[in-house]
């Protein structure tokens, strides 16, 4: 079964500082794509970055990149340069392959990490 | 494009009553996805769609909750009778084929059932 796991509730980071929010998971899917998606106090769902699985380098947009490490199965997200509006929920996020194994295309989210920037 | 389209933005309900929420997905898009979410068990996957057709409802939590998807630019979430525990902002999102293709959130429906 696949399975999101984001072990940090919370994480405080100083104005202009780089901070790394940890995701593993799990599947046994050889392709999945693997996804970032940031929730602010507003609650909308704005996705931010894509990691594929068979990508062989990391993803990286703007001040985001994704530090992709397969053989651990971990995603991680490091944001540089904090910003004030980077304030917020974080989400990790897994889709599986459409046309086999059991996970048929779904799309599954971590617990979350609540990010709060610092002046 | 609107985006994904969501209605009602907030429901306050009396427990017992039948709740219907909708959504509107993005034209084109293949795949519909359902998600509750709360502070307790954040972002649950209940039901998705692809081409209209259920794939996988094992995250919807009772029967009291069921899902259609009667054509390709609508879908409802309907949970009858609520309870209180229902309580929750559910989100509709919707993409395109492919395991490279995000997904597009509604702005959700805050349910409140008292």
């Known amino acids: 079964a696949q399975k999101i796991t984001q072990t940090q509730p919370g994480m405080f980071v100083q104005e202009k500082e780089a901070v790394t929010l940890d995701c593993t998971y799990d599947t046994s899917d050889p392709s999945y794509g693997l996804f970032w998606y940031k929730q602010p106090s507003s609650g909308e769902m704005i996705f931010l970055i894509y990691q594929g699985s068979y990508d062989q380098q990391n993803a990286t947009e703007g001040r985001y990149s994704l530090n992709f490490q397969k053989a651990r199965k971990s995603a991680n997200l490091v944001i540089s340069a904090s910003q004030l509006g980077d304030s917020a929920m974080y989400f990790c996020?897994?889709?599986?392959?459409?046309?086999?194994?059991?996970?048929?295309?779904?799309?599954?989210f971590g617990k979350g990490t609540k990010l709060s920037v610092k002046p | 494009d609107a985006g994904v389209i969501q209605s009602p933005r907030h429901e306050v309900t009396e427990m017992g009553q039948e709740v219907t929420l909708r959504c509107k997905p993005i034209?084109?898009?293949?795949?519909l996805f359902w998600y509750r979410q709360t502070m307790m068990r954040g972002l649950e996957l209940l039901i998705y769609?692809?081409?209209?057709?259920?794939?996988?409802d094992s995250g919807m939590p009772e029967d009291r909750f069921s899902a259609k998807m009667p054509n390709a630019s609508f879908s409802t979430l309907k949970i009858q009778p609520s309870e209180p525990r229902d309580s929750a902002v559910y989100f509709c999102?919707?993409?395109?084929?492919?395991?490279?293709?995000?997904?597009?959130f509604g702005q959700g429906t805050r349910l409140t059932v008292v």
């Open positions: 769609f692809n081409n209209n057709v259920p794939i996988d």
């Open positions: 996020a897994m889709r599986g392959p459409e046309n086999y194994g059991g996970s048929q295309g779904n799309l599954i």
């Open positions: 999102a919707s993409s395109p084929q492919g395991v490279n293709t995000e997904a597009f």
């Open positions: 034209s084109g898009h293949d795949y």
